[in-house]
């Protein structure tokens, strides 16, 4: 069969190691074919989050926190029965880890700096404001 393209890269030099994936496969349901149904074509990959060695101590609890939903018993589990080739749900599966932990695992963003308007362009819309206001009481019909 065809090697598999992993390594899978988390971030930086950091990468699942094979050894800590587990895989799990059964039949798949939607299109078939020929051995549609003698081949196990849905993937199940499982990795164990919490017993992890492999990402930084810092990666692994920002990730145990973020995926808590998803995690059952600290294992993280993900399924793909996209294609018709055990090969390429492989695939599929795997990338689909990877790019879960490397959001999972990415520093919180910067908070936001507030930003002061300027005086000046505050100064501007109340005039504007003012004016408009002057121009709807011009039009009430007390002259009529």
């Not at 587990?22 to 164990?48: A, C, I, Y």
């Not at 999972?104 to 002061?116: F, G």
Request: without cysteine; positive net charge.
């Amino acid at each position: 069969m065809y090697d598999m393209s992993g390594p899978y890269v988390i971030r930086g030099s950091v990468s699942l190691p094979e050894a800590e994936l587990m895989w799990r496969f059964s039949r798949s349901s939607g299109p078939g074919g020929q051995h549609v149904n003698t081949s196990d074509s849905k993937v199940e990959l499982s990795f164990d989050l919490a017993k992890t060695e492999s990402l930084p101590e810092v990666w692994k609890a920002r990730a145990l926190q973020r995926l808590s939903t998803r995690l059952t018993d600290g294992v993280l589990t993900v399924r793909s029965s996209d294609h018709r080739s055990q090969w390429r749900n492989r695939e599929t599966a795997a990338v689909r880890l990877a790019a879960l932990l490397a959001e999972a695992t990415a520093p919180p963003p910067k908070p936001r700096k507030p930003t002061r308007i300027p005086r000046g362009i505050n100064e501007r819309r109340l005039r504007e404001k003012k004016q408009r206001a002057q121009t709807k009481r011009g039009r009430t019909g007390k002259d009529w």
